[in-house]
């Protein structure tokens, strides 16, 4: 039913809030909310927490791994795929 919640969270209740902060617009809202979904669980709690100087290194530590991710992509790109064959027409 509408305004009632998600089906997500109803199905893990009981539910503690641990985090709010106030926006102008619901669009702003929205858009932090989009952020912070995809943090990492280790950022998200140090928000919870308050540790707010724990934030850039752990932005900077996902910085880094989709660096490398990056990286093995392109090296997984660059790498023969296999045997190849010379066919001549």
């Known amino acids: 039913m509408a305004g009632e919640g ?3 969270t ?3 209740l009981p539910v503690e809030v ?3 902060e106030e926006f102008e617009t ?3 809202a929205f858009l932090v909310e989009r952020q912070v979904k995809g943090w990492s669980r280790a950022k998200k709690e140090a928000l919870i927490r308050g540790d707010y100087e724990a934030l850039p290194p752990l932005a900077a530590n996902a910085l880094k791994r989709a660096e490398r991710r990056a990286l093995r ?3 997984d790109e660059d790498a023969p795929s296999g045997p190849k064959t010379d066919r001549k027409s």
Do not use: I, N, S
């Open 10 to 12: 109803a199905r893990r």
């Open 6 to 8: 998600g089906d997500y």
């Open 26 to 28: 619901l669009y702003e």
């Open 18 to 20: 641990v985090y709010t």
């Open 73 to 75: 992509q392109a090296q």
